[in-house]
C-alpha cells in the first residue's frame, strides 16, 4: 500500500519530493491542477484505492481564522473515511514558498548575509514573492532552477520545517504500519 501526497502543481511536487527524498520507496506523489482539483483527486484516492493519503495545499492566507475555516471545511469533506484509511491535512501558510523563511539558512548562505527584518516580515506575507526576488538576485531564472540546485544539506535543514516534520511523520507511520501488516500475514 502505497501513501499518496497530493499538491496542487508541479513546483509544489518538486519541492516535496527533494524535501521527502530519503522516502522516496514510501509515497508517491499526485499533482492537481490548482486546490480545487486537488481536493476531489485525494477523495477519489480515499474512496476507490482506499490508500493513505496527504492533501498540501497553500492556504493563500495568513490569517488564523481563515486557516482554520479551510481546515474544518476539508476535514468535514473528508471525515467520512478519515477513520478507516490514514489521512493528513497540510496547509502551508500563506504558501509553500514559507519553508524557505521558516528555515532560512539556505538562503542566507547562498545570500551571504542574514534576511533583514523587513525581508523576513514580507515573507511571512509573501513568500512566493520574496522568494522569486531573492532567487533571481542569485542569478536564478525561476524558482524550478533553484530547487533543483539545492544540495542534500539544503534539503535535510529544510526537511525540518514543522509542516514538513508533521508530513514525513505521516509518510512514516504509514509505512511502520504497512511493514506490521506485511510481517503479520507472512
Known sequence: ???H??????SDALLLELLLHDLKASFDIVIANGRDAARPI????????REPTALVFDADTTTEYQVEEQLLSL?????????????IIVPLVPTIEVIFFDRPKTLQQRLLRTLDFEVAVAAKIAPRRILERL????????LFSFV????????RDLARQVDIKR????????????????????
Open 75 to 87: 476535514k468535514d469533506y473528508f471525515s467520512w473515511r478519515a477513520f478507516e484509511v490514514g489521512f
Open 148 to 155: 533543483k540546485s539545492i544540495n542534500k544539506a539544503e534539503a
Open 42 to 49: 485525494a477523495r477519489k484516492i480515499l474512496v476507490k484505492l
Open 5 to 10: 501526497v497530493v499538491v496542487e502543481g508541479q
Open 167 to 186: 508530513l514525513r511523520g505521516f509518510i512514516k507511520e504509514r509505512r511502520s504500519e504497512q511493514k506490521r501488516l506485511h510481517a503479520n500475514a507472512t
Open 1 to 3: 500500500m502505497m501513501t
Open 135 to 142: 532567487i533571481n538576485e542569485l542569478g536564478y531564472a525561476d
